[in-house]
């Protein structure tokens, strides 16, 4: 017996098509900020631009698998199914060493808090970046910034997988559904 519906929380393609904009819309945001407000939080040049892009590039898969899904695209599901795993690797490859980084240079976060938001001395003069950190980033404090990143980059990586799990399945259900046996009338 095959269980159409096991593990998941939404109807398939709906459900699928909401999760997919979900991801776009965090992926989005957090590409956007990655790019705005990296230098602030990682000192080593092109790092946050690869973070960003990263997060550009998972909202890219979840925006073709949205569409692919209201599409009802059973070649473009193939090809979600096919690119997921590689995002999900590099994702987690990001989120290890977006972790390692932040308890790297945790001593130039607190000193950029402490003197008034500013640019850390040796990026500001590579010319990385510009203006203030947010105060945001700086009243809750870094043991609280670096818990939110951590669990931020988890809950990104597990909903990741479940996409893949619901664009599996889609794909899936079509092939069970085209090999049923009809009553003969």
């Known amino acids: 017996m095959w269980c159409d519906n096991c593990l998941l929380i ?9 999760w997919a904009a979900l991801i776009f819309l965090y992926s989005l945001v957090g590409g956007i ?3 705005r407000y990296g230098p602030f939080l990682f000192f080593v040049y092109p790092e946050w631009q690869i973070y960003g892009g990263v997060a550009m590039g998972v909202a890219a898969v979840a925006a073709i698998n949205a569409i692919s899904l209201a599409n009802k695209s059973y070649i473009w599901t193939r090809a979600c199914t096919v690119l997921w795993p590689f995002v999900i690797v590099i994702s987690a490859i990001r989120a290890i060493i977006m972790i390692v980084e932040l308890q790297r240079g945790k ?6 808090c402490a003197n008034g938001g500013q640019l850390w001395t040796t990026s500001a003069t590579a ?3 510009s203006g203030n950190i947010p105060p945001g980033f700086c009243t809750a404090g870094f043991s609280s910034l670096n818990t939110l990143f951590i669990v931020g980059l988890l809950a990104d990586i597990v909903c990741q997988m479940y996409m893949l799990l619901i664009t599996w399945r889609y794909p899936t259900r079509l092939e069970h559904y085209a090999s049923l046996k009809m009553p003969s009338t």
């Not at 939404?10 to 909401?18: D, K």
């Not at 001593?107 to 950029?112: H, S």
């Open 10 to 18: 939404f109807p398939l393609r709906a459900g699928g098509m909401a």
């Open 127 to 129: 010319g990385y970046g």
């Open 107 to 112: 001593d130039k976060i607190v000193w950029e």
């Open 33 to 35: 900020i990655l790019f």
